[in-house]
């Protein structure tokens, strides 16, 4: 079974940074698919964020060239990096595994974009 926990949002101004972490218990990190995803009130559930087993990564247009995912095997931990942001990225962000064929969600962290 895998938990994931979500850490690192909070409110921010407009322009401002923040940087998200998730970490993953169990052995199965490093053979995973990553990713984050949005939701915002009213909204669907969207992803803003995924990083693949050989590194290479994904991004919306939404968020391309201000947000960056990384991730690190040591320690079982994924990040978001997230630059420039803008109250339109006001959400509750989750983290999010899949490997072998099962997919697992982390509890959310509320990010706030405002002024």
Known sequence: ?????????????????????????????????????????????????????GGGTTYPDSVKGRFTISRDNAKNTAYLQMNSLKPEDTAVYFCNLFVGGSMYWGQGTQVTVSS
């Open 1 to 53: 079974q895998v938990q994931l926990v979500e850490s690192g949002g909070g409110l921010v101004q407009p322009g401002g940074s923040l940087r998200l972490s998730c970490a993953a218990s169990g052995s199965a990190f490093s053979t995973s698919r990553m990713a984050w995803y949005r939701q915002a009130p009213g909204k669907q559930r969207e992803l803003v964020a995924a990083i693949f087993i």
